[in-house]
């Protein structure tokens, strides 16, 4: 034990005394700026200290920043508890609130006085109050000799124990999480409130201008903001939604800067960024680029190609499956940008020849060579297994498993469970009926049976093509075998005889359903499929797959400790996982391609040169082209009298990111962070601070819409400008 202690205090020792000078990349703890990055950022325009951005003795500006729900980022920018973020952190409690009469999608919603705020019950946002180093209490009982499995129980109940000792007494919560692939552990106690209003938001067609085709894409021109304010009772204190309750006193709030940025200035962003794989291996890398994501993309290229040929045909097709479609765009769109922008930058070239150094000095040392001379070797020999095992994995959950009849075959599925059970009491079946009931009526609310009938056929061809009979269901291979390639007729056979695909008779069998009556269910074609494909998952391909992930686990954990004891000259930020961290970089623009190069701001004469009339997209409303006509743009015109929409910098982020706050060099909140430019969405694997750029929506634009467009200027009254 405490030579395993030992050890890790070793490789924390050269974590915070390496020098080296860094590049724009990395997602700082802020409770590390001291040792790690202060310098750096100073030397890069920052005029504030390490304890103006974490602080435990004063305020500071981590106070400022939240979690928003469960996946964003949020700032306050006033002292009555306003809350910025970003309009698609947002949109699920702007979408609770609408309804035919009052349409806050299309039309937007702004409380012209505090009583007309909207409570969103659910929504909670949290503040870090402290966080702390608690590695050796976390390991402590772990020894070398333990397997994965034996290794991660004892740290649970470790970190358990921590939790409830550091908010004993207290109204506060507590969570440790690892940090450098389990390497080191940190305890982070917080506050939640929960009384969470919406205060405002533009419409959609300028919330979310662009809309799903300008995704991941730079030039870009969506005012991507939400307003909420916080609410605690009498004594500040976090509450349950009452009447009584009174605006939150943040213990910080950002000031707001109108004087806008020019190329090459400093930038920060403060959040919670979900999760980065940055120190793995070439070997993993190669997986990535050369097989999961272009199976992947190809995968989905063929079920959006099926979706989007029957939503342009038929209006009510659109409608169900438009949500759906964009969901499933989203990370098809993020993977080609990713796979492009890792061939771009040499990403796997790059890392062998880094692991060609790193194999250097460990061979140079003895005690190097003895304790981490096998660890690529090995990690090679996994990711060779881990090259057989991904396409089975892949095309299982992305072509196989995808025809929406499977999925309701799921939903029913612990009905058929339930019913074997002899000691299963009536009451909780009816509980049981009427939780399956709720989810199929959500389900035949989007669903369409021909289109899923085609979906059927093509990934089946798919798959059939792709994998190997050895690597399918025997009960697949046996119902294709009289239809000779012909999947039309075998999608067409399937769904005439299964009763799934048709919510009547679902809904018909769950209001007369008793023990017995699942025999119908057990005979159905969709059904007894779903559940081969599921058990052949389950028991045949998973437990491999997960006992190579599991070898990863260990070796991932020793090549990161390795690369920390042995790369003397790098510094190592933790890969991101949704705590609080900083980033920093500079606003500039970048050369995605041979003769194009993209300036470093938008205006809003760009999203008046995209508008189209009615247009899914790049509709735009009257009033904002009224304004524009005019030039009313007030306070928030830069030099040349143009408004400003968005700008890019080199800031490190990722998911969780979207809602930050970007800062200024004095801590001053500049805009707020909302995407990634498509080239760098590789930022996650591999950062180049030539391609990658975050996407910031500038706050002069939000100021704009909240003031100019939607005349709610009492808020601008509460917050602190700075001109």
Known sequence: ????????????????????????????????????????????????????????????????????????????VSEKGLVLTNHHCGFGQIQSHSSIEHNYIKDGFWAMKQENELVCPGLSVTFIIRMEDVTSYALMGVTDGMNELERQKQIEINNKSIEQDAIKGSHYGAYVRSFYSGNQYYLFITETYRDVRLVGAPPQSIGNFGGD?????????????????????????????????????????????????KDGDFTMVYGFPGRTTEYISSYAVDVIQNISDPQKVAIRDARLNIWWNDMMANDSIRIKYSAKYYGLSNAWKKWQGEIMGLKKADAIEKKMTYETDFNKRVQSNPQWQENYGNILPSLKMVYDSIRIMQPLIDYYNEALMSPEIFKIAGIMRPLTDKS????????????????????????????????????????????????????????????????????????????????????????????????????????????????????YYDQSLLPSYLRLNDRLNVLNREYMRAQMEVMKDRRFYPDANSTLRVAYGKVEGYQPRDAVEYNYYTTIDGLVGKYVPHDEFYDAPQRLLQLYEQKDFGAYADASGNL???????????????????????????????????????SDIYFDSSQCRNITLDVRYTLFIIDKYAGAGYLINEMSIVK
Request: aromatic share 12%.
């Open 213 to 261: 085709e300008d995704n991941w894409i730079w030039p870009r021109h969506a005012a991507d903001f939400s307003l909420f304010r916080i609410y605690a009772n009498q004594n500040n204190e976090p509450a349950e939604y009452s009447a009584e309750n009174v605006p939150f006193k943040p213990r910080y709030f950002f000031p707001i800067s109108l004087k806008g940025v």
């Open 644 to 682: 400003r929409t968005c700008f890019i910098a080199s800031n490190h982020t990722t998911g969780g990111n979207s809602g930050s706050p970007v800062l200024n060099g004095e801590g001053q909140l500049i805009g707020t962070n909302f995407d990634r430019c498509w080239e760098g969405t590789m």
């Open 420 to 535: 074997r059970i002899d000691t299963t009491s009536q009451e909780s079946m009816l509980k049981l009926i009427e939780k399956i009931r709720a989810q199929c009526e959500a389900f035949f609310k989007d669903y369409n049976a021909r289109t899923d009938m085609k979906m059927t056929s093509a990934m089946v061809d798919l798959s059939i093509n792709n994998l190997t009979s050895e690597q399918l269901p025997p009960l697949l291979i046996q119902s294709l075998h009289k239809y000779d390639g012909q999947y039309d007729n075998y999608a067409s056979d399937f769904f005439a005889k299964s009763f799934l695909d048709n919510e009547e008779r679902v809904i018909s069998l769950l209001n007369g359903y008793k023990k017995g009556r699942e025999k119908k269910l057990l005979k159905d074609p969709a059904f007894t499929m779903a559940v081969a494909l599921k058990d």
């Open 1 to 76: 034990m405490i030579y395993y202690l030992s050890k890790i205090i070793l490789y924390i020792t050269f974590l915070i005394t390496s020098l080296q000078a860094l590049a724009d990349e990395g997602m700082w703890l802020p409770i590390l700026l001291d040792q790690l990055t202060i310098a750096d950022m100073q030397s890069k325009g920052m005029k504030l200290s390490s304890e103006d951005i974490y602080s435990i003795n004063h305020s500071s500006m981590k106070d400022a920043v939240l979690l928003f729900g469960s996946g964003c980022t949020g700032e306050v």
